[in-house]
């Protein structure tokens, strides 16, 4: 009987397959076919083990904006930092998004931040890992749950024409449906959309002002914001100086003069507690 099991168990999903190639097959973007195209974009996906860069960040969150520069870091698979420094290149705060937690350090008045990712995705009550953050600023297509992407990966895409634009959406997905737009002509990454199912919200991030970083190309503006909300939340990045440096030591240590503070009272003090938690 567990036999019988087994070989329909592998029929259905040998016909799924056929099936999905066969979509690819007949979907046609610009001129070439779904599987082509499905199988360039993964091609070009960039897979950069390092990018530097500084960036003027804008953060809208219903308030009084703020705008900040500072000096991006990003080792893939390891650290993403944000250091401020604007006095001489005095740092006097910073931002580590690492796979395990986020640490946010306040140089200025010797507190912290640190905060695991299972904590943060039980208060924005949704899935949220640090390979969807380095994604997302490194222009890249994912796959939830997955570090890089493989040509096995095409089948795990519906794939259709938009306009000037092909739309790639991950099949399978609980509660976040994922839509990453791509040029039609080139295959480049333009915009990456991450919706709630079963709810008007959604997050948009979109790439412009592109230029080349090594073989490839990579944007010099990233816009995210939030729609559905009913108040205009936006996280605006543009950077410069853009490359691939290695030489930076991706550790931090703090000292004991360091006061540990809970995300709730660095919310308050920034006046973004009522973001995080709906409003309410």
């Not at 066969?22 to 950069?48: A, C, F, H, Q």
């Not at 992407?149 to 449906?177: H, W, Y």
């Not at 944007?219 to 950077?239: C, E, F, H, R, V």
Request: proline letters at 3%; charged letters at 25%.
């Amino acid at each position: 009987m567990k036999r019988i099991i087994y070989l329909i168990f592998c029929s259905l999903l040998v016909v799924s397959c056929s099936t999905s190639r066969k979509t690819l097959r007949n979907t046609m973007i610009g001129e070439l076919s779904g599987t082509d195209y499905m199988e360039k974009v993964i091609e070009w996906t960039p897979s950069r083990e390092n990018v530097t860069a500084r960036a003027k960040i804008e953060l809208n969150a219903g308030a009084s904006p703020m705008s900040v520069n500072a000096n991006l870091r990003i080792r893939r698979g390891e650290i993403i930092r944000i250091s401020v420094a604007p006095f001489l290149g005095i740092e006097v705060a910073r931002i580590d998004i690492t796979p395990k937690h986020i640490l946010a350090v306040d140089r200025m008045n010797k507190r912290y931040v640190e905060i695991g990712f299972s904590e943060i995705s039980g208060m924005l009550n949704t899935e949220l890992d640090f390979n969807i953050i380095q994604s997302l600023i490194l222009n890249e297509i994912f796959l939830p749950g997955k570090d890089k992407l493989s040509l096995s990966d095409a089948d795990r895409f519906m794939l259709s024409p938009s306009g000037n634009q092909a739309c790639l959406q991950v099949k399978g997905t609980r509660r976040i449906e994922y839509s990453f737009f791509t040029s039609a002509a080139d295959g480049r990454l333009e915009e990456t959309v991450a919706s709630l199912k079963g709810a008007p919200y959604s997050l948009h991030c979109r790439y412009d002002d592109f230029i080349m970083l090594g073989s490839d190309v990579f944007p010099q503006s990233i816009d995210m914001y939030a729609d559905g909300t009913g108040k205009k939340y936006s996280l605006n990045m543009k950077l410069s100086r853009i490359g691939t440096d290695s030489d930076w030591d991706a550790e931090t240590e703090l000292s004991s003069k360091y006061k540990k503070m809970s995300l709730q009272e660095l919310l308050t003090k920034l006046g973004l507690l009522k973001v995080v938690s709906g409003g309410k």
